[in-house]
Nanobody, 121 residues
Framework: QVQLVESGGGLVQPGGSLRLSCVAS????????IGWYRQAPGKQRELVAD???????NYADFVKGRFTISRGNAKNTVYLQMNSLKSEDTAAYYC???????????????WGQGTQVTVSS
């Protein structure tokens, strides 16, 4: 079983910063793309940023220049550094990983439980 656990959410004022972390654990043969999605109330879940095992990053237009995604040295951890936060960044942020549990398993999507980010004065 693969688990993704997020941390680092909270309340921050507009213009402030937060750093989200996600740790993948369990039966993991390989982690391919891992990244962050967010979902605001009444809206669909949307991609924020992701990063491949080769370090190629992909960002949504609305976070380019403000957010930075990176992987830890152990490769099972992903971070999202969020700067210049805006009220419209308020959402639940979910970690997503494309993971192969064993050498014989297909790649599958796994999700964390989410961490709330609230940007408000």
């Amino acid at each position: 079983q693969v688990q993704l656990v997020e941390s680092g959410g909270g309340l921050v004022q507009p213009g402030g910063s937060l750093r989200l972390s996600c740790v993948a654990s369990g039966s993991i043969f390989g982690i391919y793309t891992i990244g962050w999605y967010r979902q605001a109330p009444g809206k669909q879940r949307e991609l924020v940023a992701d990063i491949t095992r080769d370090g190629i990053t992909n960002y949504a237009d609305f976070v380019k220049g403000r957010f930075t995604i990176s992987r830890g040295n152990a490769k099972n951890t992903v971070y999202l550094q969020m700067n210049s936060l805006k009220s419209e960044d308020t959402a639940a942020y979910y970690c997503n990983g494309v993971v192969r549990a064993t050498a014989w398993s297909p790649r599958r999507d796994y999700w964390g439980q989410g961490t709330q980010v609230t940007v408000s004065s």
